[in-house]
């Protein structure tokens, strides 16, 4: 049938590209018929791997199915392979994988972006119609971005996290990296709902389609004019002011608006994901998870383990977390991040007081080439204009809008909290 034609073609293109741009961590070449779909390898798939692209996760096999992936196999999906990722999706451009780098499908001297580069880039390439990635404060957003695809951020609560690795739980969230934005919405309408297993599941039963494809009433849009400050390419600075006219021509309302607290985004990021980070990750003590690294006693063995399973991006992050969460520096770091966060997120409501949806660049800059970036901070304000959604629990989406030296750009459009269905609805209008 048609789902065995889809499969076959999906793995074919998989065997042509990938050793060029490493999209995949794993492909399950027994795939069942259905629509191919490639999973970022920090979610279950029961019987395959979920390395999360490091070393100390290296040989576990997931026993179970992530709620997400349940939901997909039952609706005749069916999982091509598990894509590739920054180990433990920390970073912004699957660098920091400890499979080697995803390359851009764009330009394969270049970066695919992060964390989930390697389903922004099986989906770019035609590896895979769709994939679903995991966003902490970005990683589907830039990936798509660099990629020239769409990829969407839900809602805090609107997707079960059951079955995905946690890296900063009040942050993280599941969602679609797709060609276009119905499909996004498609893919919603199937993993979105309240689940006993993620107690931050909300009930709302969302038809994240029902704009789709229909004329928008007049919105109105606020520009962030962050979207013009130093460090943003001016190519980039360009596109935002085409995409505000162009909303404008299709009969919204366009107001450039000053949302200074975004500048405070990646510093309040950059404090709580760490802390989050390092209690998430003590569970991998080379006990519970298999690889481990036998030594005399067991503090030698959690140090050999750890030591060498994790790599340094990790590491800097579970000793930035241990340090901030210390008891002699609580206060001044976590607390303050924590009052820090809700100030941007108190802002950010304000703003939709008066407008139906946020604008800025979805990155300040393009797809970099592979090796080129070397600063920890470097890849930290890559972040800037992602971060906020995830620090409010926003819905937001990134939307392909032309390029930039031929290299594509992506507009990020924000609404507010369980706003998914009008986000969804504007940009695929825009689109
Ligand atoms: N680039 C950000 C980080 O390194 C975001 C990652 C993500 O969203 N998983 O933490």
Redo the contacts with the bound molecule.
Sequence with gaps: GYGEYLVKTSLEVIEKEDSVLNAFISVNKDAKPGIPIGIKDNINVKGLGTTCASKILKDYIAPYDATVVKKLKSMNFSIVGKTNL?EF????STEYSAFGPTRNPHDKSRVAG??SGGSAAAVASGEVVVALG??????IRQPAAFCGVVGFKPSYGLVSRYGLVA?ASSLDQIGPITKNVEDSAIVMNIIAGKDEMDSTTVERNIDFTQFIGKKMPKKRFAIAKQSFGEGVDDGIKQRVDEFAKFVESLGHEVELVDIDEIKYSVATYYII?PAEVSSNLSRFDGVKYGYRISAEGLREMYEKTRGYGFGEEVKRRILIGTFTLSSAYYDAYFEKAQKVRRKISKKLSEVFENYDFIVTPTSPITAFEVGSVSDPLV?YL??IFTIPANLAGLPAISVPFGKSQNLPVGIQIMGPRFSDALVLGIADEIE
């Excluded at 995991?134 to 990683?139: A, L, V």
Aim: a negative charge; proline letters at 0%; aromatic letters at 12%.
């Design positions: 920054d999706a920390m970073g912004a992060g964390s995991s966003d902490t404060g970005g990683s890296f994901a890849y890559m972040d």
